[in-house]
Protein backbone atom coordinates (compact mmCIF):
# COMPACT_ATOMS: atom_id res chain seq x y z
CA UNK A 1 0.00 0.00 0.00
CA UNK A 2 1.13 3.27 -0.99
CA UNK A 3 0.70 4.93 2.58
CA UNK A 4 2.21 2.08 4.49
CA UNK A 5 5.11 3.06 6.70
CA UNK A 6 8.44 2.34 5.35
CA UNK A 7 11.28 1.12 8.35
CA UNK A 8 13.92 3.00 8.48
CA UNK A 9 17.11 1.64 8.32
CA UNK A 10 19.45 2.02 10.56
CA UNK A 11 23.06 3.46 9.81
CA UNK A 12 24.82 2.05 12.62
CA UNK A 13 26.84 -1.15 12.29
CA UNK A 14 25.58 -4.46 13.22
CA UNK A 15 27.76 -5.05 15.80
CA UNK A 16 29.97 -2.79 17.73
CA UNK A 17 33.83 -2.65 16.95
CA UNK A 18 36.06 -4.06 19.20
CA UNK A 19 39.96 -3.96 19.24
CA UNK A 20 41.85 -7.24 18.16
CA UNK A 21 42.99 -9.08 21.54
CA UNK A 22 46.09 -8.18 23.01
CA UNK A 23 45.73 -4.74 21.40
CA UNK A 24 45.51 -2.04 24.65
CA UNK A 25 42.19 0.00 24.28
CA UNK A 26 44.09 3.05 26.23
CA UNK A 27 46.96 4.37 24.66
CA UNK A 28 49.55 6.95 26.77
CA UNK A 29 49.27 7.35 30.46
CA UNK A 30 45.89 6.33 31.76
CA UNK A 31 45.59 9.34 33.96
CA UNK A 32 42.32 8.89 35.28
CA UNK A 33 43.42 5.52 36.67
CA UNK A 34 46.52 6.51 38.14
CA UNK A 35 44.63 9.65 39.48
CA UNK A 36 42.25 7.14 41.39
CA UNK A 37 44.72 5.29 42.62
CA UNK A 38 46.66 7.88 44.17
CA UNK A 39 43.38 9.45 46.00
CA UNK A 40 42.57 6.00 46.60
CA UNK A 41 45.56 5.75 48.92
CA UNK A 42 45.53 9.05 50.01
CA UNK A 43 42.33 8.79 51.61
CA UNK A 44 42.88 5.10 53.08
CA UNK A 45 45.92 7.13 55.62
CA UNK A 46 43.52 10.06 55.93
CA UNK A 47 41.10 8.17 57.11
CA UNK A 48 43.91 7.56 60.56
CA UNK A 49 45.65 10.68 60.24
CA UNK A 50 45.38 10.43 64.02
CA UNK A 51 47.91 7.64 63.63
CA UNK A 52 49.21 8.22 60.20
CA UNK A 53 50.44 12.26 60.75
CA UNK A 54 50.16 13.00 63.70
CA UNK A 55 51.13 10.77 66.11
CA UNK A 56 54.30 10.49 64.26
CA UNK A 57 54.94 14.65 65.12
CA UNK A 58 54.02 13.81 68.67
CA UNK A 59 57.14 10.53 68.79
CA UNK A 60 59.55 12.76 67.28
CA UNK A 61 59.45 15.64 69.12
CA UNK A 62 59.41 13.19 72.50
CA UNK A 63 62.91 12.24 71.00
CA UNK A 64 63.64 16.04 70.39
CA UNK A 65 62.80 16.30 74.02
CA UNK A 66 64.70 13.37 75.40
CA UNK A 67 68.31 14.39 73.65
CA UNK A 68 68.35 18.05 74.31
CA UNK A 69 67.56 18.07 77.71
CA UNK A 70 70.01 14.33 77.84
CA UNK A 71 73.00 15.95 75.95
CA UNK A 72 72.03 19.64 75.20
CA UNK A 73 72.46 21.33 78.25
CA UNK A 74 74.84 23.86 78.78
CA UNK A 75 74.71 25.38 76.04
CA UNK A 76 76.33 22.31 73.96
CA UNK A 77 76.69 23.02 70.49
CA UNK A 78 77.22 21.27 67.21
CA UNK A 79 78.47 22.43 63.36
CA UNK A 80 78.15 25.87 65.46
CA UNK A 81 74.53 25.60 66.57
CA UNK A 82 72.80 25.35 69.55
CA UNK A 83 72.22 21.04 69.62
CA UNK A 84 68.65 21.25 69.55
CA UNK A 85 68.66 23.31 66.58
CA UNK A 86 71.22 20.58 64.87
CA UNK A 87 69.10 17.74 65.56
CA UNK A 88 65.53 19.02 64.63
CA UNK A 89 66.15 18.52 60.75
CA UNK A 90 67.30 14.95 61.17
CA UNK A 91 64.45 14.10 63.20
CA UNK A 92 62.06 15.69 60.61
CA UNK A 93 63.22 13.50 57.82
CA UNK A 94 63.74 10.43 59.79
CA UNK A 95 59.88 10.89 60.19
CA UNK A 96 59.46 11.22 56.82
CA UNK A 97 60.99 8.80 55.76
CA UNK A 98 59.79 5.99 57.72
CA UNK A 99 56.18 6.98 57.08
CA UNK A 100 56.77 6.66 53.92
CA UNK A 101 59.04 3.51 53.97
CA UNK A 102 55.54 2.34 56.47
CA UNK A 103 52.81 3.85 53.72
CA UNK A 104 53.83 1.55 50.62
CA UNK A 105 54.66 -1.33 52.71
CA UNK A 106 51.30 -1.56 53.77
CA UNK A 107 49.63 -1.78 49.93
CA UNK A 108 50.21 -5.02 48.94
CA UNK A 109 50.94 -6.65 51.62
CA UNK A 110 47.25 -5.65 53.30
CA UNK A 111 46.10 -7.10 49.93
CA UNK A 112 47.95 -10.29 50.05
CA UNK A 113 46.16 -10.98 54.17
CA UNK A 114 42.75 -9.77 53.12
CA UNK A 115 42.57 -11.91 49.85
CA UNK A 116 41.65 -7.80 47.93
CA UNK A 117 45.39 -7.81 46.24
CA UNK A 118 43.50 -8.53 43.05
CA UNK A 119 41.33 -5.17 43.22
CA UNK A 120 45.32 -3.27 42.36
CA UNK A 121 46.28 -6.15 39.83
CA UNK A 122 42.97 -5.76 37.83
CA UNK A 123 42.85 -2.53 37.04
CA UNK A 124 43.83 -1.48 33.40
CA UNK A 125 46.78 -0.17 34.84
CA UNK A 126 50.82 -0.82 33.89
CA UNK A 127 53.32 -1.69 36.27
CA UNK A 128 54.77 1.62 36.03
CA UNK A 129 51.28 3.52 36.75
CA UNK A 130 50.96 0.78 39.81
CA UNK A 131 53.92 2.09 41.45
CA UNK A 132 53.88 5.35 40.84
CA UNK A 133 50.61 5.66 42.17
CA UNK A 134 51.45 4.19 45.08
CA UNK A 135 55.12 5.64 45.68
CA UNK A 136 53.46 9.13 45.11
CA UNK A 137 50.64 8.77 47.55
CA UNK A 138 53.94 7.69 50.03
CA UNK A 139 55.52 10.55 49.43
CA UNK A 140 52.42 12.58 50.06
CA UNK A 141 52.49 11.05 53.36
CA UNK A 142 56.00 11.73 54.35
CA UNK A 143 55.45 15.24 52.90
CA UNK A 144 52.20 15.85 54.77
CA UNK A 145 53.97 14.25 57.71
CA UNK A 146 57.12 16.40 57.43
CA UNK A 147 54.84 19.40 57.78
CA UNK A 148 53.31 18.61 61.22
CA UNK A 149 56.68 17.31 62.36
CA UNK A 150 58.40 21.08 61.57
CA UNK A 151 55.66 22.87 63.17
CA UNK A 152 55.71 20.72 66.54
CA UNK A 153 59.99 21.63 66.61
CA UNK A 154 58.47 25.04 66.17
CA UNK A 155 56.80 25.30 69.33
CA UNK A 156 59.95 23.81 70.97
CA UNK A 157 61.71 26.62 72.32
CA UNK A 158 65.34 26.75 71.28
CA UNK A 159 64.56 25.39 67.75
CA UNK A 160 65.55 27.21 64.69
CA UNK A 161 63.90 25.83 61.41
CA UNK A 162 65.13 29.36 59.26
CA UNK A 163 66.35 27.21 55.83
CA UNK A 164 69.62 28.63 54.48
CA UNK A 165 69.40 26.18 51.15
CA UNK A 166 65.36 25.91 50.57
CA UNK A 167 66.15 23.46 47.53
CA UNK A 168 68.33 21.42 49.70
CA UNK A 169 65.37 20.86 51.74
CA UNK A 170 62.89 19.94 49.28
CA UNK A 171 65.04 17.88 47.42
CA UNK A 172 66.82 15.46 49.81
CA UNK A 173 63.13 15.46 51.33
CA UNK A 174 61.87 14.46 48.31
CA UNK A 175 64.48 12.01 47.54
CA UNK A 176 64.49 10.34 51.37
CA UNK A 177 60.62 9.72 51.04
CA UNK A 178 60.96 7.97 47.73
CA UNK A 179 63.93 6.00 48.34
CA UNK A 180 61.71 4.27 51.21
CA UNK A 181 58.37 4.58 49.28
CA UNK A 182 60.32 2.36 46.60
CA UNK A 183 61.89 0.24 49.51
CA UNK A 184 58.64 -0.19 51.12
CA UNK A 185 56.62 -1.12 47.95
CA UNK A 186 59.38 -3.95 47.35
CA UNK A 187 58.95 -5.24 51.03
CA UNK A 188 55.34 -5.44 50.44
CA UNK A 189 55.85 -7.34 47.50
CA UNK A 190 58.25 -9.88 49.42
CA UNK A 191 56.15 -9.99 52.53
CA UNK A 192 54.08 -12.12 52.92
CA UNK A 193 52.98 -11.20 56.67
CA UNK A 194 52.88 -8.50 58.38
CA UNK A 195 55.59 -10.09 60.69
CA UNK A 196 58.39 -9.63 57.84
CA UNK A 197 57.42 -6.40 56.91
CA UNK A 198 58.29 -5.54 60.89
CA UNK A 199 60.90 -7.31 60.93
CA UNK A 200 62.46 -4.85 57.64
CA UNK A 201 61.14 -1.77 59.70
CA UNK A 202 63.02 -3.12 63.08
CA UNK A 203 66.08 -4.54 61.42
CA UNK A 204 66.45 -2.16 58.39
CA UNK A 205 65.18 0.86 58.51
CA UNK A 206 65.32 1.91 61.92
CA UNK A 207 69.01 1.14 62.65
CA UNK A 208 70.01 2.86 59.32
CA UNK A 209 67.75 5.83 60.19
CA UNK A 210 69.43 5.89 64.01
CA UNK A 211 72.82 5.19 62.82
CA UNK A 212 73.14 8.00 59.92
CA UNK A 213 74.20 10.98 61.69
CA UNK A 214 70.65 12.07 63.16
CA UNK A 215 72.35 12.94 66.34
CA UNK A 216 75.48 13.70 66.15
CA UNK A 217 78.40 14.50 63.52
CA UNK A 218 79.99 11.12 61.80
CA UNK A 219 83.71 13.45 62.74
CA UNK A 220 83.43 12.10 65.91
CA UNK A 221 83.25 8.78 65.31
CA UNK A 222 86.35 6.59 64.85
CA UNK A 223 87.66 6.02 60.81
CA UNK A 224 85.82 2.25 60.59
CA UNK A 225 82.33 3.86 61.50
CA UNK A 226 82.93 6.58 59.47
CA UNK A 227 83.52 4.67 56.31
CA UNK A 228 80.30 2.84 57.69
CA UNK A 229 78.04 5.87 57.72
CA UNK A 230 79.23 6.70 54.83
CA UNK A 231 78.27 3.42 53.22
CA UNK A 232 74.55 4.31 54.41
CA UNK A 233 72.18 6.30 51.90
CA UNK A 234 70.02 7.75 54.96
CA UNK A 235 73.50 9.45 56.01
CA UNK A 236 73.22 11.70 53.00
CA UNK A 237 69.74 12.44 53.09
CA UNK A 238 69.83 13.70 56.70
CA UNK A 239 72.78 15.23 56.48
CA UNK A 240 71.99 17.00 53.06
CA UNK A 241 68.82 17.51 54.23
CA UNK A 242 69.97 19.15 57.18
CA UNK A 243 72.20 21.58 55.49
CA UNK A 244 69.34 22.83 53.84
CA UNK A 245 68.47 24.35 57.30
CA UNK A 246 71.90 24.99 58.70
CA UNK A 247 74.12 26.18 55.94
CA UNK A 248 76.76 23.01 56.73
CA UNK A 249 76.55 19.41 57.03
CA UNK A 250 79.22 16.66 57.53
CA UNK A 251 79.01 15.41 54.26
CA UNK A 252 82.26 17.28 52.64
CA UNK A 253 83.79 20.84 53.63
CA UNK A 254 82.49 21.97 50.10
CA UNK A 255 78.99 22.47 48.66
CA UNK A 256 79.90 20.48 46.08
CA UNK A 257 80.06 17.63 47.74
CA UNK A 258 76.26 18.38 48.75
CA UNK A 259 75.49 18.75 45.40
CA UNK A 260 77.45 15.25 44.46
CA UNK A 261 75.32 13.71 47.42
CA UNK A 262 72.20 14.95 45.77
CA UNK A 263 73.11 13.62 42.18
CA UNK A 264 74.28 10.15 43.78
CA UNK A 265 70.96 9.74 45.76
CA UNK A 266 68.87 10.46 42.10
CA UNK A 267 70.83 7.74 40.33
CA UNK A 268 70.19 5.30 43.57
CA UNK A 269 66.86 5.99 43.21
CA UNK A 270 66.68 5.28 39.63
CA UNK A 271 68.45 2.23 40.64
CA UNK A 272 65.86 1.11 43.60
CA UNK A 273 62.65 2.17 41.00
CA UNK A 274 63.94 0.20 37.78
CA UNK A 275 64.04 -2.89 40.63
CA UNK A 276 61.11 -2.99 41.92
CA UNK A 277 59.46 -2.08 38.38
CA UNK A 278 61.12 -5.61 36.85
CA UNK A 279 59.65 -7.24 40.01
CA UNK A 280 56.41 -5.92 39.94
CA UNK A 281 56.61 -6.80 35.86
CA UNK A 282 57.99 -10.54 37.07
CA UNK A 283 54.90 -10.57 39.35
CA UNK A 284 56.85 -12.61 41.80
CA UNK A 285 54.63 -13.68 44.95
CA UNK A 286 51.52 -11.24 43.40
CA UNK A 287 49.89 -13.76 41.16
CA UNK A 288 48.73 -17.19 41.96
Not at 15 to 41: C, D, H, M, Q
Not at 118 to 138: F, Q, R
Request: net charge positive; glycine share 10%.
Amino acid sequence: MADQVQPIESTAPATAAFRPRGEPVILGVNRIGLWSLYIKEVRRFLKVQTQTVWAPAVTTLLFLVIFTVALGREGREMLGVPFATFVAPGLIVMGMMQNAFANSSFSFLSGKIQGTIIDLLMPPLSHGELMTGIVAAAVTRAVLVGAAVGFAMLLYPGVSLTMAHPWAVAWFGLMGATMLALLGLLTSIWAEKFDHAAAITNFVVAPLSLLSGTFYVIDNLSPAFQAISRANPFFYVISGFRFGFLGQSDIGSTNQAVLWSAAGLAMFNLVLGGATYALLRSGWKLRS
